[in-house]
C-alpha cells in the first residue's frame, strides 16, 4: 500500500484559487490511477478527479469539470490539484486517493490507498 500524505488546503475567498499537492510513497505504489476525493459536511464522499499514470488520461466529476485541473509530476511522485473560481460549494475535506480510474462519470473503480485529508474552506 501506497502512502499518501496531502498539503495546500486552507482558507480561501469564493472565486478565488487553490492548489493542493499529494506526495506518494512506498515501495509497492503500482496503481494505475491517482487523484482525489472530497468529502463536505454531511454528504456522502465523492469522486471527482483520476489520473492514468499509464497514459496520462484524466477524469472529473461533473461538480468540477472545468474548474479543477489534475496534474501529476511522476518523478516527484506527486499529484497535484488546481482548483479554480472555487465555489461556498466546494467547501470539505479533500483527500488523495490511489487506485483505478473509471470512466463513464464515475471518476474511480476501486481505491487502495487514502490519504488523510486536508480541508479546504471557501468563505462567501
Wanted: glycine share 14%.
Amino acid at each position: 500500500e501506497v502512502q499518501l500524505v496531502e498539503s495546500g488546503g486552507g482558507l480561501v475567498q469564493a472565486g478565488q484559487s487553490l492548489r493542493l499537492s499529494c506526495s506518494a510513497s512506498g515501495s509497492t505504489f503500482d496503481d494505475d490511477g491517482i487523484g482525489w476525493f472530497r468529502q463536505a459536511p454531511g454528504k456522502e464522499r465523492e469522486g471527482i478527479s483520476c489520473l492514468s499514470r499509464r497514459d496520462g488520461t484524466t477524469y472529473y466529476s461533473n461538480s468540477v469539470k472545468g474548474r479543477f485541473t489534475i496534474s501529476s509530476d511522476n518523478a516527484k511522485n506527486t499529484v497535484y490539484l488546481q482548483m479554480n473560481s472555487l465555489k461556498a460549494a466546494d467547501t470539505a475535506v479533500y483527500y488523495c486517493a490511489a487506485g483505478t480510474c473509471a470512466g463513464g462519470g464515475s471518476v474511480w473503480y476501486v481505491i487502495d490507498s487514502w490519504g488523510q485529508g486536508s480541508q479546504v474552506t471557501v468563505s462567501s
